[in-house]
Nanobody, 124 residues
Framework: QVQLVESGGGSVQAGGSLRLSCAAS????????MAWFRQAPGKERELVAV????????HYADSMKGRVTISRDNARNTVYLQMNSLKPEDTAVYYC?????????????????WGQGTQVTVSS
């Protein structure tokens, strides 16, 4: 079992930045692909970014390319999401997710472990 706890959310003005963290416990993350998803009010949960277990492969949602960076520190069992130039439409609950590294995928149905989420609110 992998337990995931997100932190770093908050309220920022448009154009601002936030760095989200996802701390894992229970298992070492160095054999897990990690991803960030988000869910805005009234909308379905969607992908933000995903990184392979060895950080060699990354994938970003088109809506956030150039504005977010996913990184990970396997020694600290932590994954990060740096978000810049935030927009009001980025307001959502952001979730960290993990899956054993078998094949690289951004499909959320493939992710077995989820955190509780952290709220990001961007005001105009």
């Amino acid at each position: 079992q992998v337990q995931l706890v997100e932190s770093g959310g908050g309220s920022v003005q448009a154009g601002g930045s936030l760095r989200l963290s996802c701390a894992a416990s229970g298992r070492a993350l160095d054999r897990y692909d990690m991803a960030w998803f988000r869910q805005a009010p009234g909308k379905e949960r969607e992908l933000v970014a995903v990184a392979s277990w060895n950080i060699v492969r990354k994938h970003y949602a088109d809506s956030m390319k150039g504005r977010v960076t996913i990184s990970r520190d396997n020694a600290r069992n932590t994954v990060y999401l740096q978000m810049n130039s935030l927009k009001p439409e980025d307001t959502a609950v952001y979730y960290c997710a993990a899956r054993p590294a078998v094949h690289f995928t951004a499909g959320q149905a493939e992710y077995s472990y989820w955190g509780q989420g952290t709220q990001v609110t961007v005001s105009s």
